[in-house]
């Protein structure tokens, strides 16, 4: 404590080690019995006065005890960072300082250098990012029209030979959104941007789901594709529906692509370790197999087995990779249970699936799988008949696929190309007494984009539905799109089924409001 204490203090400099002589480049000789000052920048001087002052008035200065970066001056007058640590000493009524200093030059260099590296990092990451979502715009924008048509005239055509055309674009259309749409989510995975939802759902329906989009391309080839469930299996499990459908499918897409003969077969069943429960799923396959040095490069971005395979079958080598981080983010793993060339291989993927206390068990789940299966195909379109729609959309060739999706649907369609165009077709209408019933925004246009399209129209109050067409699919894309005024999402390619269904359920749920 200061108190009312008063003593003399000595401002002058009484000992000065090695240490000191190398750090700011004074002689002892030189330096000591001179005013400590001379060791402080200009910029600090005053500080340190006031310091002094508010000691022999009883208070305390803020540098004495932990360490303190301040700055330090050399003899030749530059200045440096210093970590300065300050202990009272007294004798009698004299009290004199003991000051640590560090030059942290290096430290704080590095230091510097890091934040440099993190900025140049996050600048390269956006830049990235950027260039991702521009590419998904310029390659999902026209392949929705490709796709589109190629639905629309396959529905259309007789000849066998025409047939197997349309066929043709349609699988190459799938396979060129199928690479895009990879190496978006391994981008989002490194990024630490995927994230995953873990909600309710009937692993027996997934299977099914999973099992309608596998079985054509197995028959395509002239394999036998099987189901096979271990045990009871919960009705209910907590995972995420989406990424869990997308892991099943690369693994057997993988194994059907490996398979020149025979079959592919997928077997689930409940497994439980250490009061956990998971779900395991088991691929086989009587395909090529893989030697202990081909399995260890197998899970590295695009990376298959050996340059050989990829020659012979294709493909980016990104879909295991993606998978197994998948499995990682839902609690599990991905493993080669086993693999033997010329025989075949087992791949096992497992998913944690939440607490099944109190969960119905089903008892024959191959029985619910086909069930499900048979009801997934004979869901028919929703009807949009008389339902009024404003299409926003700048391309033409995907102007006349939308316009002719949803007329055939029964709906009466309105096109503007652009967003200022569609805000005052919007505006207009609801003025009249003749609001649209569903508005479906493309995000990406020139003069006025969807963003600010759907922005402005919630400001001037509009609240009819507005559904967001977009070919980006990077994270946060529909976070965006819902944030501006959106009430739902739709990727492009446009799944025809799905957006009809969408317009639908919002107008529907417009109406009873």
Known sequence: MYGNHRFKLTHYLQNYNPGAERIFGFAAIEIVGQNIIELIPSSYR???????????????????GLPTEVEGVRKDGSTFPLELSISEVRFGDVLMFTAI??????????ELAI??????????????????????????????????????????????????????????????LNIINDILDISKIEAGKMQVELIPHN??????????????????????????????IPETIHTDPTRLRQILINLIGNAIKFTEEGSVKLITSLVREGGESYLQFDVLDTGIGMSEEQIASLFQPFTQADNSITRKFGGTGLGLTISKRFTELLGGDITIADSKIGVGTRFRATVAIGSIQGVKMIEN????????????????????????????????????LISFVLEKAGAIVKVMENGKLALDAALAARDKGNAFDCILMDMQMPVMSGYEATSKLRDANYVGPIIALTAHAMAGDREKCIKAGCDDFANKPINRAMLIDLIARHSQRAAAA
């Open 115 to 176: 934040q440099q590296a993190k900025v140049a990092a996050e600048r390269a990451d956006r830049a990235k990012s950027e260039f991702l979502a521009n590419m998904s715009h310029e390659i999902r924008t026209p392949m929705t029209a490709i796709l589109g048509f190629a639905e629309t005239i396959a529905e259309n055509i007789k000849k066998p030979e025409n047939i197997e055309a349309i066929a043709t674009v349609r699988r190459n259309g799938e396979h060129l």
């Open 203 to 232: 692993p027996c329906t997934l299977v099914a789901d999973v099992a309608s989009l596998v079985e054509i391309r197995a028959r395509a080839k002239g394999l036998a594709f099987e189901i096979e469930y271990i045990g009871d």
């Open 365 to 400: 789940p191959q029985s619910i799988t086909v069930q499900a299966s048979a009801r997934e195909s004979r869901i028919p379109l929703a009807d949009l008949t008389g339902l009024r729609i404003l299409l926003a959309e700048d391309g033409p060739d995907n102007q006349r």
């Open 101 to 110: 200093g560090r030059d942290i030059t290096e430290r704080k260099n590095t």
């Open 46 to 64: 005053n500080t340190h006065k006031d310091g002094l002052a508010r000691l022999v008035g009883g208070g305390r200065p803020k540098l004495i």
